[in-house]
């Protein structure tokens, strides 16, 4: 139901998060290319390289399912200010500390499961 403006928007936005937001496996085509993707020396669990054709199939179903949190009004990626850089709050009663590397951003992992083949994940040799 969202206008073609807001689907415009809406992949730009989901585009940006998704470049900005995760390390991919493999190296981009080009130095001159201004997203992450095309790449090569993406391989599959078997070892085998991955094509274009393959691993776009992903990469949209992710795009279009930030693009969908995004139409529906669901904030992607949160600012930073002092306050979320609290360690600790008193107010009256109400305490509120943040642990240490505590991330703000909010998480979606119906999005990381559906790229999580295309990601460097810490703990894992990945060809390269």
């Known amino acids: 139901a969202a206008t073609d403006a ?9 585009t940006k998060y998704l470049d900005g937001f995760y390390s991919w496996k493999g190296l981009p085509v080009n130095s001159t290319q201004a997203l992450d993707f095309g ?5 599959d669990e078997l070892g085998i390289e991955m094509t274009w054709a393959v691993y776009s199939v992903s990469l949209e179903q992710a795009t279009a399912e930030m693009m969908f949190l ?3 009004g669901v904030t992607i990626i949160e600012n ?16 509120v500390e943040y642990a240490v590397g505590a991330s703000i951003q909010p998480s979606f992992p119906t999005v990381g499961r559906l790229v999580s083949g295309l990601t460097i994940s810490s703990g894992r040799i990945q060809r390269g």
Request: cysteine-free.
């Open 39 to 43: 790449r090569t020396g993406i391989y």
């Open 70 to 72: 995004i139409v529906t």
């Open 80 to 95: 930073v200010s002092k306050s979320n850089q609290t360690t600790r709050e008193k107010v009256d009663v109400i305490e």
């Open 6 to 14: 807001a689907k415009e928007i809406a992949a730009r936005q989901a």
